[in-house]
């Protein structure tokens, strides 16, 4: 945590010293405070403003009060642009009402079960718990990211219960921290005697064998539930520094793609496994870095 010197130094020169001691102490507690949101509600334009409220309302009181210009500062937004969020949030149950007195800004906040009634949907998405401060910079990044770990630990469930119970009781399926932290391995074999399922680790993709029961979440899966292009879900995970890998389940040509990558080969084609001479679309070319 930054001392109040050096958070001050950081804030705008031509904030009023009141509203400069304001907004470093309202910084501070964004810092410090979480807050549950919901992908199917956090993409609407008026969430920030909604999450700002919520997130600080530690008290549960319903009502808040901030200055408008230390808003606009945490939201990077304008006047107008609040104003806006503030109708819209209030058509959509976010907001029950609101005023503004003197430049400062107090809102009545709607319930969780109001904005499901407008919304006519009691399905709110995936929920986590992030950072204020990050929902506030960064929020739609994040909503993607937990869409994203959810659709995977729902995968993964499926995918344990489609093993053979023994097998389930000893192993279980593989956790994606093996798979996402041992870059350039092949073989991976987690415990001792388990039948190998990880054929090569590289930094895009893991190949992997026939015995491997594939999770995970698609891009274009995350974008549906979104209403999202999957290229954005890419454009976001990589704002999130997210460590990913795309699966390729086990072909008789990965067998040979698996040889070229321990030979340290930068260019290799497979061959059509059914002997017809012709190359088949399996192999990988190494360019830049």
Known sequence: MPS????????????????????YTAKLLTEVYSVRIHAGIARQPWARLW????????DGSG????????IEILLDCKEKTIYHWLRNGKKAGAF?????????????????????????????GAVGICPLSAV????RPITTGIVTQQQQQKSRYAADHKLKP??????????????LKNVGQSSLKPHVGEVPCVLHISEKRIFVSKNFTVFGASQATIGEELGIHPVTVQRHHA?????????????????????ALEHGSDDYQALDPMGSG?????GFKVTGE
């Open 96 to 124: 029950r009402r609101y005023r503004v007195r003197k430049g400062v800004l107090t809102i009545y906040l709607g319930s969780l079960f109001k904005v499901s009634w407008e919304k006519n949907s009691w399905n709110w």
């Open 4 to 23: 109040s010197s050096e958070g001050l130094l950081s804030l705008d020169i031509n904030v009023p010293l009141p509203v400069a001691v304001e907004l």
């Open 166 to 179: 023994d097998y389930r009781k000893h192993f279980g399926t593989i956790h994606p921290d093996s798979l």
């Open 278 to 282: 012709l190359y088949t679309d399996v």
């Open 51 to 58: 999450y700002l409220y919520r997130g600080i309302d530690k």
């Open 136 to 139: 506030l910079a960064h929020i």
């Open 63 to 70: 009502h808040l009060k901030l200055p408008l210009p230390i």
């Open 239 to 259: 704002q999130l520094g997210t460590t990913r890998r795309q699966l390729c389940q086990k072909k008789g040509e990965y067998t040979h793609v698996k040889q």
